[in-house]
């Protein structure tokens, strides 16, 4: 691709996780960084990816850094971290803080689905939100990925300098061509992405056993951490019907998305789950899977047939017949994905940001 600026920009996208060791595979800093950088460095522009430990090795001057969920996770690192961005920004850099979790708001630590499904205190939680927000006066612009996600940030912030990027299928992706569905058997896919989904799980679980029940040639496939035990005996006692694979790196997560006749993305009616992305239906339609889900915001931006909503445990089970007598796979749903959002317009409007904050 033609590149629009005279002189590349040199940007530097910083995951802010815990382990600097992983950060590469973390489907977050995946969809919210490395997405938008491919795209970058495809226009041309000198793009690179760290961990924020390494943000001061740095030595070059940059032009942008995007920073994914920055946190001063103790004295020591606040110290450091508060220096290096106020240098970066005298230096002319513009800096972005971007999260696609309702985790800067310490108010809200109770909702968040660690503390929910008993993985992770409150005092600890209320804790790293408060780190995160901490961070957000060093910052030019925030970014999110949902507008619920928006509304939050914007009583932080100034208003006018947040900006909804939702998320997008990956850049990779797109020479991956949908396969389809030759079993005889009735593929229902749940891919828990974190082992904090079991009570989001729990909405599902009788309508689930009701249709396997009724329908011995339907199969559920469960790829990721979920906490078995906590499962109702009805579900137990269908385990022949129950498929479990343990989680994929993300290098094959491709593979799994793209398996099965339908999957299910529910969710807790949560304020925290409220600003959450519709992932889930971006994966699944990308490989022209539907998707039922949980009436999050987000999720509401696509349309039948791709995702069908689902209030109640009525719903769940009636869905789940529906797609059971319509099993055949529908060709649009991956086009109706790009038309949603891209990898390429994400880019383009970080470009935007950072061209606006230059006339500012």
């Known amino acids: 691709m033609a590149n629009e600026y005279p002189t590349p920009l040199r940007i530097l996208f910083v995951a802010g996780n815990k382990n600097a060791a992983k950060f590469l595979s973390d489907p977050a800093f995946i969809y919210r960084c490395q997405n938008p950088a491919l795209a970058l460095s495809d226009k041309g522009h000198d793009v690179t990816c760290i961990h924020y430990k390494e943000l001061s090795q740095q030595k070059n001057p940059v032009d942008l850094i995007i920073f994914h969920r920055p946190c001063f996770r103790d004295l020591k690192s606040r110290w450091l971290l508060s220096a290096e961005l106020k240098k970066r920004r005298k230096q002319g850099a513009m800096l972005i803080a971007d999260f696609d979790d309702l985790v800067f708001d310490p108010a809200y630590a109770e909702f968040s689905p660690g503390v929910i499904n008993d993985y992770v205190s409150l005092e600890q939680t209320y804790k790293t939100f408060a780190q995160h927000a901490k961070t957000l ?114 290098d094959n997560y491709w593979q799994v998305v793209n398996s099965g006749h339908l999957q299910l993305a529910p969710l807790q009616d949560t304020v925290f789950n409220r600003c959450k992305s519709a992932l889930k239906a971006i994966e699944a339609n990308f490989f022209n899977r539907p998707v039922i889900a949980s009436a999050i915001p987000d999720m509401q931006r696509f349309t039948q047939p791709g995702v069908q909503l689902a209030n109640s445990s009525d719903d769940w089970y009636q869905q789940l017949t529906t797609g059971y007598l319509r099993r055949e796979q529908n060709h649009c749903l991956r086009k109706q994905v790009l038309e949603q959002y891209t990898p390429e317009q994400h880019a383009a409007d970080i470009l935007t940001c950072y061209q606006q904050s230059l006339s500012q």
């Open 137 to 250: 006066n060093y910052f030019n612009v925030l970014t999110v990925s949902t507008l619920p996600l928006k509304e939050y940030a914007d009583e932080r912030f100034d208003p006018d300098r947040v900006f909804w990027m939702p998320n997008s299928p990956h850049y990779l992706w797109r020479d991956k061509n949908p396969t389809p569905e030759s079993s005889d058997t009735f593929t229902v896919c749940y891919l828990p992405g974190t082992r904090s989904h079991d009570k989001d799980f729990a909405l599902i679980t009788e309508p689930l056993a009701d249709f396997l029940t009724e329908h011995p040639d339907a199969q559920l496939n469960i790829t990721g951490v979920l906490e078995e035990e906590r499962f109702p005996k009805r579900l137990k006692a269908l385990s022949k019907q129950i498929q479990w694979q343990e989680k994929q790196p993300y």
